[in-house]
Each structure stands twice: as structure tokens, then as C-alpha cells.
């Protein structure tokens, strides 16, 4: 059974490492986002984003799920929860599922789990 504490955030909350394996960025780090404010918020996000980048491959290969595999290894952009340990999601245990299925618009939407979505909404506040 999980600790609950694994679930809520540590200080300034849980942090996903955005990855570009084409290898443009230094070490392949495209950014950081932070201010997920539980471990499944983060690996919601991480899941829909690595969902969506192997989506991109598709639209751009087509083909065979190995082929669409190959280019999302070769040119797409993987995501990981920074310090979630065994809890965090990991791309490869569903890449290939992924690649063998394509997504639903709703699977593949990071942004509407983005926390930076939020930053600045209260400014329409009174």
C-alpha cells in the first residue's frame, strides 16, 4: 500500500524534466515545469505529453507502430517526474502501446493539466 505522503507535493511541488531525444538541448533537458501540486497530477501530465509527442511522430511518419516508435526514439520528447522514484510514470512501460494506438484528442492534451495555465488568473479577479 502507498504512503499517502508519496501523493502530495514537496515544497514548490512535484517537477516534470522535459526531454528531447533528438539531442538539441544540453543533455537533452528542453525545461523543467514545476508546481504540480500532487504525484498524480504530475504523471497525468507526463503521460499526455509523451502521448502527444508520439502523436506528432505519427503525423509525421505514419507507418508501421515501429516505425512511429523508432521516430518519436529518435526525434520526440519523453517526460519524467523529477524525485517520484517508483512512484513516478516512466514512457516505457506504454510507449509502445502508445505507438501501436492512436490518441484520443482528450489523451493527448497536456495543456489543460499544465500548472502554468493557471499563473495569472486572479488578476480577472476583483
Known amino acids: 500500500m502507498s504512503d499517502f505522503a ?3 507535493a514537496p515544497p514548490g511541488g512535484w517537477r516534470v524534466r522535459i526531454r528531447d531525444h533528438s539531442g538539441g538541448a544540453e543533455d537533452g533537458i528542453v525545461e523543467e515545469i514545476g508546481g504540480f501540486p500532487t504525484l498524480m497530477h504530475a504523471n497525468a501530465f507526463a ?3 509523451v ?3 508520439i502523436e506528432r511522430c505519427r503525423e509525421a511518419v505514419g507507418g508501421a507502430p515501429g516505425d512511429i516508435l523508432a ?3 529518435a526525434f520526440g520528447e519523453d517526460a519524467e517526474i523529477i524525485a517520484a522514484g517508483e512512484g513516478g510514470w516512466r514512457s516505457e512501460s506504454e510507449c509502445a502501446d502508445f505507438a501501436a494506438e492512436p490518441a484520443s484528442a482528450e489523451t493527448r492534451d497536456w ?3 499544465d500548472p502554468r495555465r493557471d499563473e ?3 488578476e480577472d479577479e476583483p
Do not use: K, V
Request: without cysteine; proline residues 0%.
Open 6 to 8: 508519496d501523493l502530495f
Open 51 to 53: 502521448r502527444d509527442s
Open 71 to 73: 521516430a518519436w526514439r
Open 120 to 122: 495569472g488568473d486572479d
Open 111 to 113: 495543456r489543460a493539466l
Open 47 to 49: 503521460r499526455a505529453y
